[in-house]
């Protein structure tokens, strides 16, 4: 059986979780001995026998697939939809309802109702996807995002000062938020990651204050190296986290493989990944009721329960797999 | 300078003409010294001054493209757009309006209607489609480029030769393209029709009625398949009575300028594209589902075809390679990305 992966927007110009979830997958599905290739989509002479589509392939696109005999998969992150409050997706909901039955045709949510199989990261996901967008419940499948084996064998280290933020600086994030909070409250905080472009005025603004207050926050951009990364989980003294919207972060996943006690924005995705073991903060308060969060949070880390350990690539994959068979 | 051509239909799951497109402009690109790369989607190090997308990108991906210093250029098909009523496209437009202002931010963003503004410049394959482009996109003036497509050198160099008893259609056999509903009409007015495609699927019930169809009417219909050798292809147009294109729905045939470049006379659907790449040089027919009617245009135009003066010819691949080369060139220019 061979697989073809698919993905709308190019790592070149979007690098992330989701990179790292699509590589991930890729390569552990490999080592299970099950051929995986990109899809090339100026190659007519590519065959494949599952197409998994990383986002929301276009409807005419599935139908094309299927015509030609593979099966399709999709797996769509929801992270602004699954960040919304209830009435905004009820209104979305209903407007979905509405465009169905006034033309469905090139409706993209179509997608939902035409692929094989959809793969939600958590259980909100998949009941956003039924509510919202009308995936057949028997389609559904839940697979969580796994976590490479070097973050839970890194060796148990004395934690230090440092709380950690593993993330891809710009708005969503609140990354510049979070920095103006720690160095309101003396707590200090390291920030690994990049931005987007290096000329963005958020970017910008962020690496500013970063340079100003260099007692409270720690920059020195991002860290390419697992290992290297999985220590700076074992030293942190906990992780933060306090994007405005989330799928099912990686970076939480990674430090919770680590031990590394989690402070994460107030969202679905995260209690129901979390639920108690996990603390959290409104994810649009301000800088009080932030600044507050962070510094009860860097006074209790010690001593917080541990997260439930998450999957490791092998058995995503291991599941992956499953359901590939399985059509 | 470096350009990256992007595109998500993938060629394997649907051939046609936006193919030949994407491939005939690649390579007389870099037959002008134009280095061109297939987005490799994977590949976290690949740089181009410019992204080339076929389609309509998001405008998170334009977006994520600048904040990278890329530039990004999109060639959109308004096919469906394109072959609507003025009526429905007053209403379309109206429809934009509405949802930008009362539906939520998500749904709109899949529209991905932003793109225009966004993007560095938008092409149109027909002056008809850059005032679509402008008017029910908001597209600004200076950004619509119309570059029209190519034609490769075998149509222009084949040999000329006696003209013989078929009319040529070359497409992809599929509802759009009418397919069945021309040989219906052919098998009427006894005009004998020749048609060379493939179906997206054989399984498709549509096929499965054309080729049916044919096995009825020998005399009047020919099908042998698709034609992949572009010499034969160029030869058969050269010695076709005529080319005939009964689309429903069409941005701008790629095949019918293929038959052009070959002197062939055309029976294309009345649309608005085909009146403006083609003008008086070509014949018409409206898009009916009466057999009787579109049988007696094929008649009439199989009586006069003959005498009808070779179409508008079009433009050489090259001659297109040099046009986007120029777009590439001027974006780069502009010091920073939109």
């Known amino acids: 059986m061979k697989v073809l992966f698919a993905h709308g927007l190019p790592f070149s110009l979007a690098h992330g979780g989701l990179q790292i979830q699509i590589e991930e997958t890729r390569r552990a599905l490999q080592q299970s001995g099950l051929e995986v290739d990109h899809l090339r989509w100026w190659d007519a002479e590519q065959r494949g026998d599952v197409l998994h589509h990383f986002g929301r392939p276009h409807p005419e696109v599935v139908r094309l697939a299927q015509e030609k005999g593979l099966r399709v998969v999709m797996s769509e992150l929801l992270t602004a939809q699954g960040s919304r409050g209830r009435i905004h997706r009820g209104v979305q909901k209903w407007t979905l309802r509405l465009l169905r039955k006034v033309r469905s045709e090139g409706l993209s949510a179509e997608s939902y109702r035409r692929v094989d199989a959809v793969i939600a990261l958590t259980e909100w996901e998949a009941h956003l996807m039924a509510t919202i967008y009308g995936a057949p419940r028997e389609r559904l499948h839940i697979i969580p995002n796994g976590v490479e084996d070097c973050f839970f064998s890194a060796p148990q280290q004395p934690r230090g000062k440092w709380l950690v933020c593993t993330a891809t600086i710009t708005e969503r994030k609140r990354v510049l938020e979070l920095a103006q909070a720690a160095v309101a409250t003396s707590v200090p905080v390291w920030v690994v990651g990049k931005p987007y472009g290096e000329s963005d005025p958020y970017y910008k603004a962020f690496a500013e204050l970063a340079r100003a207050q260099p007692e409270f926050i720690r920059y020195e951009g991002p860290v390419a190296d697992r290992a290297v990364m999985a220590g700076i989980y074992r030293q942190a003294r906990g992780f933060v986290l306090l994007s405005t919207m989330e799928s099912l972060s990686l970076s939480a996943l990674e430090a919770a493989a680590c031990e590394c006690p989690l402070l994460l924005g107030d969202l679905p995705w995260a209690r129901t990944t979390f639920g108690g073991q996990a603390q959290y903060c409104p994810p649009f308060a301000g800088l009080a009721k932030t600044g507050e969060a962070l510094r009860r949070f860097h006074a209790a880390a010690p001593n917080l329960p541990l997260a439930r350990p998450p999957l490791r690539w092998r058995e995503v994959a291991a599941q992956l797999r499953q359901l590939y068979e399985r059509l | ?338």
């Open chain 2, 1 to 338: 300078m470096k350009i990256l051509f992007d595109h998500h239909d993938p060629f394997h799951f649907a051939h046609g003409g936006l193919q030949i497109q994407i491939e005939q402009t690649k390579i007389a690109l870099e037959n002008i010294g134009v280095e061109v790369e297939w987005l490799r989607w994977w590949d976290a190090d690949q740089r181009g001054k410019v992204i080339h997308f076929f389609g309509r990108p998001s405008d998170v991906y334009i977006q994520q493209a600048h904040a990278k210093g890329e530039r990004v250029v999109f060639l959109e098909l308004l096919t469906g757009l394109g072959s609507r009523s003025a009526l429905e496209r007053r209403m379309q437009r109206a429809m934009v309006h509405c949802a930008r202002r009362f539906m939520p931010r998500g749904l709109i963003g899949r529209m991905c209607w932003d793109s225009y503004r966004l993007a560095d410049a938008c092409i149109a394959n027909t002056e008809f489609e850059a005032s679509l482009m402008r008017q029910m996109f908001d597209a600004p003036v200076e950004r619509v480029q119309v570059v029209p497509n190519g034609v490769e050198d075998a149509f222009f160099e084949a040999a000329p030769v006696a003209r013989g008893p078929w009319l040529v259609c070359t497409a992809t056999i599929v509802e759009r393209k009418r397919i069945l509903e021309l040989a219906r009409a052919a098998a009427a007015a006894r005009t004998p029709v020749w048609v060379i495609g493939i179906p997206y699927a054989e399984s498709d019930a549509y096929f499965r009625e054309f080729t049916e169809l044919v096995r009825q009417h020998p005399e009047h219909l020919r099908y042998e398949g698709g034609i992949n050798d572009r010499g034969k292809l160029a030869a058969i147009y050269r010695e076709a009575r005529g080319f005939v294109l009964l689309s429903q729905r069409e941005t701008r045939s790629l095949s019918s300028e293929e038959a052009a470049a070959t002197g062939c006379p055309l029976l294309l659907s009345d649309l608005p594209w085909a009146r403006s790449v083609f003008g008086d040089s070509a014949s018409y027919c409206a898009v009916t589902p009466d057999t009787a009617v579109t049988a007696q245009a094929l008649a009439a135009f199989y009586t006069a075809a003959p005498q009808r003066p070779p179409p508008i010819q079009p433009l050489s691949w090259t001659g297109v390679a040099q046009r986007f080369l120029a777009i590439y060139e001027r974006v780069i220019q502009e010091t920073v990305p939109r």
